[in-house]
């Protein structure tokens, strides 16, 4: 197998990160429950998270701990933009998506919250592959009630 993008691969990947995060929707505070699936450079399954109940840690966290090494040259599914800032001071999913060496986002929908949106623009500008919309109308009935929250 190969990490050349695939829209059928990127389609079960990212359905299933949408599982994911209806696992903990509702449970998740004031946060939205994210699904994210990685995979390796060979595009094999290497982690996957759903942001934790009460919010913490965030579904990207949970995945590269899974992960570890492996996730290197990689594709990061995500439901939700991974996030440019951390309320808490702790580091940023983009930001630990970049430390990780992840090659490629393919992201459903991008996050309207102030302190996380701009993670897209953070990941692009350190030349990762950034993909935006596959999964878009499940994520936004998903996070419907989040994004009124906030706009």
Do not use: W
């Not at 913490?56 to 492996?70: I, T």
């Not at 630990?96 to 986002?105: D, K, P, S």
């Amino acid at each position: 197998m190969n990490n050349r993008p695939s829209r059928r691969r990127d389609r079960r990947r990212m359905n299933r990160a949408l599982g994911l995060a209806r696992l903990n929707q509702g449970l998740t505070g004031v946060n939205p429950s994210v699904g994210c699936v990685l995979t390796d450079a060979d595009g094999h399954v290497v982690g996957e998270g759903v942001t934790g109940i009460g919010g913490r840690p965030h579904a990207e966290e949970v995945a590269l701990q899974q992960a570890g090494d492996r996730a290197r040259g990689g594709t990061a599914y995500v439901t939700l933009e991974p996030c440019r800032e951390r309320s808490q001071g702790n580091k940023s999913c983009s930001l630990l998506l970049r430390e990780a060496g992840i090659a490629r986002v393919v992201c459903a929908v991008e996050d309207p919250h102030p302190v996380a949106n701009g993670g897209i623009r953070a990941l692009r500008d350190a030349g990762i592959d950034v993909q935006i919309g596959l999964g878009q109308r499940s994520s936004q009935q998903l996070y419907k009630k989040f994004f009124q929250s906030i706009l």
